[in-house]
C-alpha cells in the first residue's frame, strides 16, 4: 500500500496533488518519468508523471486533473488513505543537456508534468524561459514552483483574465523571433503540442514534447500505447514518452485517445449518479 | 471407439465433462468440470502400467505417470499427488494446458490403437482432489542457508525456482513487475481454461512456505539487476518470459480496433475487464472479430471475444490447419463455440473512418509451396486473390518476442541475436555470473512445463553454485 501523506486542490478543485510514500521510485526516478496507479482491487491501471520526488523522505509527488472515472476516484482518496499500486519509475528520463537558451511551454496539468524537466534544466545550466497558460486565472497551477524553476516565467490566460491574454503559442512566437531559442519543450494537451511543434518548425528549433496514449502495463509488454513517430511505430512508455515534437503524428494520438470514450463516458455518469447519492 | 485388440475388449477413454458449448461460449467459467472419483478410477484402469513408459519419455518433466496413475486406481489420491509434485510443481495447471497430444498422451502406447489414456486429466484430478480435501501440510523444508536469492518473473517458471529453493532452505524473494503475481498464467490464460484461484491458491502455497512475493517490482526500473546483489541477494533467476508483442507491420495498424493479443488478454483476465463497468478497465466489444495467427493466444483470444458477445468471429491464419500450433483441444473447443477459420488467408491492409476506428481488412488467399527453415511449407500468396472482410475489431496474435525492457538495462549479459538471454541448457546460467534465465526469455514463446522444467534445473544448478561456487 502506498500512503498519501499530503494532498492539496488547485484550480478548484480540479486538480489534485497527492504526495504519496513510495521509497523505492522516489530513490530511483528522474525527471520526465511516470508511475502507474491503481486505486483498489478492481481500479484500473493509471499512468501519471511525477511532478516532484522526495529521495531522503521517500515521497513522490503527482498533479493530475480530474477527467473521468479513475481520476475522480483518485479525487476522493485523504492524507492516511493509500493507492493499492504504485509502479515505477517508467519511461525513458528526459535527455537533459546544456544548450543555451530553453523555452519550456505548458498548458493545463502539463505544467505539473513540464515542472521536473524545467528545474533540471535551469540546474545544468541553461538560460530557461517558461511559458505557461490556463484557460482561466483560478485554473492556473504551480505557478510560483515554475517561477523559481526558471529564469523568466510569462503566464498567459486564454480569456485573458491573468497575464497575456491569449494563447502560450503567442508568447513562444515572440521568443522564437527574438532569437537563439537551441530547444523548445511543449508539454500540455494534444493540441497544444501540436500547435507548438507547427510553429517552431520553420525556424528549426528542437522541440520535445511527452505524449500521453492510454496505457496498461508501461513496460512494452502490450503495445496499446503505440505512437507513429517519423513514420515508425513507438510504444510511448519504453521509448519515450518524450518524443521529438516534429516527428510526432498527432493527428492519430488525438483519434487513438478517443478509443473508449463512450465506455468512459457512461463510467463516469454511473460513479458520479453513485458518489453524489452517497 | 469400440474395436478389440489383444486378449481383452478395450474400455474407451472417459469423456471429459464440459459446459455445453451453446451455453459456455458466452460466460467465463471453466469449461471442463472435471472427473468425478468413479471417473478417475475408471480412466485410470485403461493404463497398461508398462515397463518401459513411452509416456514418461514424452514428458518434458519425466513424470512417473504410470506410478501416479496407479496410485489412483488403489485410491490413494494423496500418494498419487505427492508422487506427481516431486517432477511436477503445478499439476493443476499442467493438467490443464499441456500440449498432452504432441507430449506425455502421444507416446502412449494405448493410444496407437485408440484413444489415449488421458493423462492431462488424471493430473488435474488429483491436484484438484488435494486441494478440496487435502489437509494443505506444507512439504519437508531443509534447514535454513541463511542465503537470499531473488527470482525476477512470477511466471511458471519463476514460481518453480521459488518453490524449489526455499525447500532447500534459501531466503527466495520472487520480485514481479505486474500488481499480481503468476506470469502468463494469470495475464494471459483465461478463467475459463484457468480459473484464476488456482494460480493464486498455488502462490499462497509458496508464501506459506516463506517466499516473499514483491509485486510493482519492474527489475530494470525499479531496482537494477545490480543493485539486487548490492541488496545482499547471492543469486537471480530471471524468469521474464516473452513480454513484446509483435505485429504485422500493415498500413493502417494503429487504427482504433487494433489491438495485440497481450493488450486484449490483459485487460480480459488481469484487468478483469469482461466484468465492466464493475471494474473500471474497459475493453473493446467488437461485433464482427478477426483474430490473425492460430496458436493458443489466438485461441484464447478468439474464445474471449466470443464471450464478450460478437456476433462473429473469425481466426484468419495464412497456413493450414495442419500447422495451427494451438493444442488440438482449444481448436477442437473453439470450433464448438462456433469461431470461423480462414485458412491460407493473410490480411495486407486495415481500412477505417474518419474517427480512425477500424472498419474491415484487406486479404489475400495463399497457397503452400515449399518447406521453409521451420520445415513447415511456406504460404505464397495467390495472384488476384484480394478480397476484403467487414471487422470493427483485429486481435494480433502472431507471436511475441523478447522484451528488453531488463536486458537493456544488463549490459554485461548475453543476448542471442533475437534479443532473447544466452543460456546454458542444462543448468540455466547465463553470461553473467551468479545470473540464471530459463522460460519463455530463453527459448522464445513456448509452454508452460517447458518453462517449468528450466525453473528446476536452474534451481539445482544454483543450489550448487551457493553451496560448491559458480
Ligand atoms: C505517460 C503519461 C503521463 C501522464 N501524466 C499525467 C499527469 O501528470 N497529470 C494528469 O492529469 N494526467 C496525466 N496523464 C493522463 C492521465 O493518465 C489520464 O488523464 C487518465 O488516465 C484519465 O483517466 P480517467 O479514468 O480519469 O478518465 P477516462 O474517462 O478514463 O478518460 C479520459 C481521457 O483520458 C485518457 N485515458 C483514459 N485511460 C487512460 C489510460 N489508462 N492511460 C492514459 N490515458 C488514459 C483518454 O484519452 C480519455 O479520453 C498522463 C498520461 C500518460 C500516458
Ligand atoms: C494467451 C496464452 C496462452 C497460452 N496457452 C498455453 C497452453 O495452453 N499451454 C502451454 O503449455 N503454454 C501456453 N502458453 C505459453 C506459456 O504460458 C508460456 O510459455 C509460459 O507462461 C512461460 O513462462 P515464463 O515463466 O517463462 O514466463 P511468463 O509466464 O511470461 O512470466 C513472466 C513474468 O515476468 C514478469 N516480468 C517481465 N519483466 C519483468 C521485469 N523486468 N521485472 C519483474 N518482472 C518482470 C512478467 O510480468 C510476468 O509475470 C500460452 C501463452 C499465452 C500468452
Ligand atoms: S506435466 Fe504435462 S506432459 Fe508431463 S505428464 Fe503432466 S500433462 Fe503430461
Ligand atoms: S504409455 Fe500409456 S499405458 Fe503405458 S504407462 Fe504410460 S499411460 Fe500407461
Ligand atoms: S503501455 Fe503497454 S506497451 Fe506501453
Keep these: 500500500m502506498f500512503k498519501i501523506v499530503k494532498r492539496e486542490e488547485m484550480a478548484e478543485g480540479t486538480v489534485i496533488l497527492n504526495e504519496i510514500e513510495a521509497p523505492l521510485i522516489a530513490r ?95 540546474k545544468i545550466g ?53 532569437g537563439d531559442v537551441k530547444l523548445v519543450v511543449g ?21 520535445m514534447v511527452s505524449l500521453n496514449p492510454i496505457m496498461i502495463d508501461g513496460t512494452g509488454m502490450c503495445g496499446g500505447c503505440r505512437v507513429s513517430v517519423g513514420g515508425e ?28 470514450c463512450e465506455e468512459e463516458k457512461a463510467c463516469y455518469e454511473d460513479f458520479c449518479t453513485l458518489r453524489d447519492a452517497t | 471407439m469400440k474395436e478389440t485388440a489383444g486378449k481383452k475388449e478395450k474400455a474407451s477413454r472417459v469423456a471429459m465433462p464440459e459446459q455445453k458449448p451453446e451455453i459456455r461460449r458466452r460466460n467465463f467459467e471453466e469449461v471442463p468440470l472435471g472427473y468425478t472419483v ?13 515397463k518401459k513408459p513411452g509416456c514418461v519419455e514424452g514428458c518434458p518433466v519425466s513424470v512417473d505417470i504410470p506410478g501416479f496413475i496407479n496410485l489412483i486406481t488403489q485410491g490413494d489420491f494423496t500418494g498419487a499427488i505427492r508422487h506427481v509434485w516431486t517432477k511436477n510443481a503445478l499439476p493443476a495447471v499442467c493438467g490443464r494446458v499441456c500440449p498432452q497430444e504432441i507430449q506425455c498422451e502421444g507416446k502412449c502406447i494405448v493410444g496407437k490403437k485408440g484413444e489415449p489414456v488421458a493423462i492431462g486429466n488424471l493430473e488435474r484430478f488429483v491436484a484438484d482432489w488435494e486441494r478440496e480435501n487435502g489437509t494443505g501440510a506444507l512439504p519437508p523444508q531443509a534447514p535454513s ?5 531473488a527470482v525476477v518473473g512470477s511466471g511458471p517458471s519463476g514460481l518453480t525456482v521459488a518453490g524449489d529453493l526455499i525447500q532447500k532452505g534459501y531466503d527466495v524473494t520472487v520480485l514481479e513487475a505486474f500488481h499480481k503475481p503468476g506470469g502468463v498464467l494469470v495475464y494471459g490464460i483465461p478463467e475459463f481454461r484457468l480459473p484464476k484461484a488456482i494460480v493464486a491458491q498455488e502462490i499462497n502455497f509458496l508464501e506459506r512456505q516463506g517466499a516473499k512475493v514483491e509485486v510493482n517490482a519492474v527489475v530494470g526500473r525499479t531496482v537494477s539487476l545490480d543493485e539486487l546483489f548490492e541488496d545482499g541477494f547471492e543469486a537471480v533467476y530471471l524468469g521474464v518470459g516473452a513480454g513484446l508483442p509483435r505485429f504485422m507491420n500493415l498500413p493502417g495498424e494503429n487504427l482504433i480496433g487494433i489491438l495485440s493479443a497481450n493488450e486484449y488478454l490483459t485487460r480480459a483476465n488481469l484487468m478483469k475487464a469482461y466484468r465492466y463497468p464493475d471494474v473500471d478497465t474497459p475493453i473493446p466489444k467488437g461485433k464482427n472479430v478477426v483474430v490473425l495467427g492460430a496458436g493458443n493466444v489466438a485461441m484464447d483470444s478468439a474464445r474471449t471475444a466470443m464471450r464478450l458477445g460478437a456476433d462473429s468471429v473469425k481466426i484468419v491464419y495464412r497456413r493450414s490447419r495442419d500447422e495451427m500450433p494451438a493444442r488440438a483441444a482449444e481448436i477442437h473447443h473453439a470450433e464448438e463455440e462456433g469461431i470461423e477459420f480462414f485458412l491460407l488467408t493473410n490480411p495486407t491492409q486495415f481500412k477505417g473512418d474518419q474517427k480512425g476506428r477500424l472498419t474491415g481488412m484487406e486479404c ?24 476484403h472482410m467487414d471487422t470493427d475489431l483485429v486481435i494480433v496474435a502472431v507471436g511475441s518476442g523478447a522484451n528488453p525492457l531488463l536486458t537493456q538495462s544488463t549490459p554485461d549479459m548475453q543476448l542471442n541475436k533475437w ?25 522464445g514463446a513456448a509452454t508452460v512445463i517447458l518453462a517449468m522444467g528450466a525453473g528446476r534445473k536452474a534451481a539445482d544448478s544454483i543450489h550448487q553454485y551457493l553451496t560448491w561456487g559458480w
Design chain 2, 364 to 387: 489475400l488467399k495463399m497457397e503452400l509451396g515449399e518447406p521453409d527453415d521451420s520445415g513447415r511449407r511456406r504460404p505464397i500468396a495467390i495472384q488476384g486473390s484480394e478480397f
Design chain 2, 145 to 149: 542457508t541463511g542465503k537470499k536469492v
Design chain 2, 419 to 443: 534479443g532473447y538471454i544466452i543460456a546454458d541448457p542444462e543448468t540455466g546460467k547465463t553470461t553473467k555470473k551468479g545470473v540464471w534465465a530459463g522460460g519463455d526469455i530463453v527459448t
Design chain 1, 28 to 122: 530511483k526516478a528522474k525527471p520526465g518519468q511516470f508511475v502507474i496507479l491503481k486505486a483498489n482491487e478492481d481500479g484500473e491501471r493509471i499512468p501519471l508523471t511525477m511532478a516532484d520526488t522526495d529521495p531522503d523522505k521517500g515521497t513522490i509527488t503527482i498533479i493530475y486533473m480530474v477527467v473521468g472515472k479513475s481520476t475522480a476516484l483518485f479525487k476522493t482518496l485523504q492524507v492516511g488513505d493509500a493507492f493499492q499500486d504504485v509502479i515505477g519509475p517508467l519511461g525513458k528520463p528526459t535527455h537533459l543537456e546544456k544548450l543555451g537558451k530553453v523555452v519550456c511551454v505548458g498548458g493545463g496539468t502539463g505544467v505539473a508534468v513540464l515542472h521536473p524537466i524545467t528545474r533540471a534544466l535551469k
Design chain 1, 187 to 207: 508539454i500540455g494537451p494534444v493540441p497544444m503540442m501540436r500547435a507548438v511543434a507547427n510553429l517552431t518548425r520553420p525556424f528549426d528549433v528542437k522541440t
Design chain 2, 38 to 50: 468413479a471417473m478417475a478410477q475408471e480412466e485410470a484402469a485403461r493404463c497398461l502400467q508398462c
Design chain 1, 126 to 178: 541553461n538560460d530557461v524561459t517558461c511559458i505557461i497558460g490556463a484557460r482561466t486565472k483560478d485554473l492556473l497551477i504551480l505557478e510560483s514552483q515554475m517561477k523559481s524553476a526558471s529564469h523568466d516565467l510569462r503566464v498567459c490566460t486564454d480569456d485573458g483574465t491573468y497575464g497575456h491574454h491569449g494563447f502560450v503559442t503567442d508568447v513562444l512566437k515572440e521568443q522564437l523571433e527574438g
Design chain 1, 233 to 260: 511505430t513507438k510504444f510511448a512508455c519504453v521509448d519515450g514518452p518524450e518524443f521529438d515534437g516534429h516527428l510526432v503524428n498527432f493527428d492519430e494520438l488525438m483519434l487513438r485517445l478517443q478509443a473508449y
